[in-house]
């Protein structure tokens, strides 16, 4: 059995209000709901967290070390300029994984840049919720 974490930045608790055409109408709830029920999670012990404090995601990640096996971080706008969130998930040397719901790679062009992807061990990009069940495959990939 694994402890995985599941943090979310800011905004992400608009989810299903803000954007629906680029973010789908699906609430941070609905998706957390959806990914629990799945089979892939029956074994595991899946944390979630959503904050619009750089300063609370860099503190539970922190918090992570020596309490989780891996991260799944979809780190919102502060994707492309937080250095320290960065430097967090550098500092805890815990598997991290980025996601996005949407194609930061087809969008705005500062949405192009992430700080973060160079400290993780892999990116999802635009595959909406099923990123999040992609990510924690990819986690549950490295402890085989």
Same mark, same amino acid.
């Not at 973010?23 to 609430?27: D, H, I, L, N, R």
């Not at 799944?72 to 780190?75: A, E, K, M, R, T």
């Given at each position: 059995?694994? /402890?995985?974490?599941?943090? @979310? !930045? *800011?905004n992400l608790n608009l989810l299903g209000k803000r954007q629906p055409e680029i973010?789908? $109408?699906?609430?941070l709830s609905d998706i957390e709901n959806w990914l629990n029920d799945l089979p892939e999670t029956?074994? #595991?012990?899946?944390?979630?967290?959503?904050? /619009?404090?750089?300063? =609370?995601?860099? @503190?539970?990640?922190?918090?992570?070390? !020596? @309490?989780t096996d891996g991260v799944?971080? /979809? *780190?919102g706008a502060l994707t492309h300029y937080s250095y320290?969130?960065? =430097?967090?998930? $550098? $500092?805890? /040397?815990? *598997?991290?994984?980025?996601? #996005?719901?949407?194609?930061?790679? $087809?969008r705005e062009i500062f949405r192009k840049v992430s700080v973060i992807k160079d400290v993780c061990i892999k990116q999802i990009s635009g595959k909406g919720k099923l990123g999040y069940l992609e990510g924690l495959k990819k986690l549950l990939s490295v402890f085989d």
């Open positions: 059995m694994k /402890n995985i974490y599941i943090l @979310n !930045g *800011p973010y789908g $109408s699906e609430t029956e074994s #595991h012990t899946i944390t979630w967290f959503q904050s /619009n404090h750089e300063g =609370d995601l860099i @503190n539970r990640l922190h918090e992570a070390l !020596g @309490n799944i971080i /979809n *780190p320290a969130l960065r =430097d967090a998930i $550098s $500092s805890v /040397n815990i *598997p991290t994984v980025e996601v #996005h719901l949407s194609d930061i790679y $087809s």
